[in-house]
T-cell receptor
Framework: GQNIDQPTEMTATEGAIVQINCTYQ??????LFWYQQHAGEAPTFLSY????GLEEKGRFSSFLSRSKGYSYLLLKELQMKDSASYLC???????????????FGKGTRLHILP | KAGVTQTPRYLIKTRGQQVTLSCSPI?????VSWYQQTPGQGLQFLFE???????NKGNFPGRFSGRQFSNSRSEMNVSTLELGDSALYLC?????????????FGPGTRLLVL
């Protein structure tokens, strides 16, 4: 089956660092995305990982371990505007590589305190 | 370049009615996916269209259907509406299908079924 788990809520302080974890189980893993969604708005793309390792993009970094079915999103130098939901999504080709779907986790709501 | 547009933005219907939602992808994008977002279930994949053909379908009943036109614009239809269909319906477009294709989301249509 397909399953994506991430914490429901997290709280961090402005200027600090926070790590949001995501674990997944899929039949035919084909890449992992992170999206940011502010309340009342559409999700926006943050990062994409398909190979093991760390991808850095400014204040945001994303890590993937395919063997462990694990990813994290690291946010540095937190700003108030980073208060949002962060969605982990996996591209799954299914058992026989016949499907091609993107499955989203339920999201982690991040609260930034001044 | 204009982003993904969805119409209408808000809709109120009653049980048993049917509804059609529209999505115009970013110019040049050929893949359109539809998602349902609710507080309890998060983002759930409905279906994906590419080159006017449905390529994948999520686990939703047959009341949910869609189509894509030759200009890549897409519509989704929900017949015999139920209270549980109240949700934010998001459309996302991508340039093509395959590894690492980023999806760009529209603002969504918020549907309320009374």
């Amino acid at each position: 089956g397909q399953n994506i788990d991430q914490p429901t809520e997290m709280t961090a302080t402005e200027g600090a660092i926070v790590q949001i974890n995501c674990t997944y189980q899929t039949s035919g893993f084909n890449g992992l995305f992170w999206y940011q969604q502010h309340a009342g708005e559409a999700p926006t793309f943050l990062s994409y990982n398909v190979l093991d390792g760390l991808e850095e993009k400014g204040r945001f970094s994303s890590f993937l371990s395919r063997s462990k079915g694990y990813s994290y999103l690291l946010l540095k130098e937190l700003q108030m505007k980073d208060s949002a939901s962060y969605l982990c999504a996996v591209r799954d080709l299914g058992r026989m590589n016949r499907d091609d779907k993107i499955i989203f986790g339920k999201g982690t709501r991040l609260h930034i305190l001044p | 370049k204009a982003g993904v547009t969805q119409t209408p933005r808000y809709l109120i219907k009653t049980r048993g009615q049917q509804v059609t939602l529209s999505c115009s992808p970013i110019s040049g994008h050929r893949s359109v996916s539809w998602y349902q977002q609710t507080p309890g279930q998060g983002l759930q994949f409905l279906f994906e269209y590419f080159s006017e053909t449905q390529r994948n379908k999520g686990n939703f009943p047959g009341r949910f259907s869609g189509r894509q036109f030759s200009n890549s614009r897409s519509e989704m239809n929900v017949s015999t509406l139920e209270l549980g269909d109240s949700a934010l319906y998001l459309c996302a477009s991508s340039l093509d299908r395959g590894l690492g294709e980023t999806q760009y989301f529209g603002p969504g249509t918020r549907l309320l079924v009374l």
